[in-house]
């Protein structure tokens, strides 16, 4: 081996005989670190939310040793692939022409919590058969705020997520609900319970994605980082993963670069104050 590597027996054995450096142990304490986190984020993070998560801790380090180490052990971040729309049974809703003004305007921001909340269905392959989940989030905090799932995609299901939602969070009147034109979204039930809540609806322009846009993005986090990589026999198995990811780990755990690499849950504690709150349900 010595031959092959042009280095002389002694030096082998010197080398070998050599303590480890100190950018050797540094890197050892840091690939530690590393793996907790990385373990924690469910194998969700890359280099760059790893990174932040070492500078809140108060580890100083820079992000592209972090990206070396990580890559150095083969740790890698999820990312986003396309999603698959069902086929034979599982038709898209025909679009409802001016059901509703677009109140947003594609202006995904806003001054407070409850102002503008933003709502989409998407589905999940079972060996059963399709699982429809309707969800609800409220785009100043990114925290999704309502959800519903069910073997139907049915009015009741986004009316489901909608309640919740209000149960929850109790919003002001005049609070924005902005979706795309699809039928659930335009039915006389759902329309009912926001004129109850004082809640605007809101829609996009048929066919148009970009401006569901907040909504497009998070309904790709949960299918790349919950769904796709999992195999559910049974629609009741989604439901409880899909529950556990919402609740457990996307609100309350899962950073967000537009948030300053907080959580959901963070960012709200940290910036609305606790005696503006409405109790919610855990």
Same mark, same amino acid.
């Given at each position: 081996?010595?031959?092959?590597?042009?280095?002389?027996?002694?030096? #082998? /054995?010197?080398?070998?005989?050599?303590?480890?450096? =100190?950018? $050797?142990?540094?890197?050892? !304490?840091?690939? =530690?670190?590393?793996?907790?986190?990385?373990?924690?984020?469910?194998?969700? #993070?890359?280099?760059?939310?790893?990174?932040?998560?070492?500078?809140?801790?108060?580890?100083?380090?820079?992000?592209?040793?972090?990206?070396?180490? +990580?890559?150095?052990?083969?740790?890698?971040?999820?990312?986003?692939?396309?999603?698959?729309?069902?086929?034979?049974?599982?038709?898209?809703?025909?679009?409802?022409?001016?059901?509703?003004?677009?109140?947003?305007?594609?202006?995904? =921001?806003?001054?407070?919590?409850? !102002?503008?909340?933003?709502?989409?269905?998407?589905? &999940?392959?079972?060996?059963?058969?399709?699982?429809?989940?309707?969800?609800?989030?409220?785009?100043?905090?990114?925290?999704?705020?309502?959800?519903?799932?069910?073997?139907? +995609?049915?009015?009741?299901?986004?009316?489901?997520?909608?309640?919740?939602?209000?149960?929850? %969070?109790?919003?002001?009147?005049?609070? *924005? /609900? /902005?979706?795309?034109?699809?039928?659930? #979204?335009?039915?006389?039930?759902?329309?009912?319970?926001?004129?109850?809540?004082?809640?605007?609806?809101?829609?996009?322009? *048929?066919?148009?994605?970009?401006?569901?846009?907040? +909504? !497009?993005?998070?309904?790709?986090?949960?299918?790349?980082?919950? &769904?796709?990589?999992?195999?559910?026999?049974? %629609?009741?198995?989604?439901?409880?993963?899909?529950?556990? #990811?919402?609740?457990?780990?996307?609100?309350?755990?899962?950073?967000?670069?537009?948030?300053?690499?907080?959580?959901?849950?963070?960012?709200?504690?940290?910036?609305?104050? !606790?005696? $503006?709150? /409405?109790?919610?349900?855990?």
């Amino acid at each position: 081996m010595c031959a092959a590597l042009h280095v002389t027996r002694q030096g #082998y /054995h010197a080398w070998r005989k050599r303590p480890p450096s =100190a950018h $050797d142990l540094r890197d050892a !304490e840091l690939a =530690a670190a590393i793996s907790e986190i990385y373990t924690a984020s469910r194998g969700i #993070y890359g280099a760059p939310k790893v990174f932040q998560e070492l500078k809140k801790a108060g580890v100083r380090t820079s992000r592209k040793r972090v990206a070396r180490i +990580m890559r150095d052990n083969g740790w890698a971040g999820t990312t986003r692939g396309c999603a698959r729309r069902p086929k034979g049974g599982a038709k898209q809703a025909a679009p409802q022409p001016c059901a509703a003004p677009d109140l947003v305007r594609r202006d995904f =921001a806003a001054g407070g919590p409850n !102002e503008v909340w933003f709502a989409d269905i998407t589905y &999940v392959r079972t060996h059963q058969g399709w699982l429809y989940l309707a969800v609800l989030m409220d785009v100043w905090s990114r925290r999704v705020v309502g959800w519903s799932m069910s073997a139907r +995609m049915t009015a009741e299901l986004a009316d489901d997520a909608l309640r919740m939602a209000i149960a929850r %969070r109790r919003p002001p009147e005049g609070c *924005i /609900h /902005h979706s795309d034109h699809g039928s659930q #979204y335009a039915s006389l039930l759902l329309g009912k319970t926001m004129r109850e809540a004082g809640i605007e609806p809101s829609m996009g322009s *048929i066919s148009s994605p970009w401006d569901n846009a907040a +909504m !497009e993005s998070l309904m790709g986090v949960i299918k790349a980082e919950c &769904v796709h990589a999992r195999t559910f026999e049974s %629609r009741d198995q989604a439901a409880l993963e899909i529950f556990e #990811y919402i609740e457990c780990f996307y609100n309350r755990v899962r950073t967000h670069s537009a948030l300053g690499y907080l959580s959901p849950e963070e960012f709200e504690r940290a910036n609305w104050p !606790e005696e $503006d709150r /409405h109790p919610m349900a855990a």
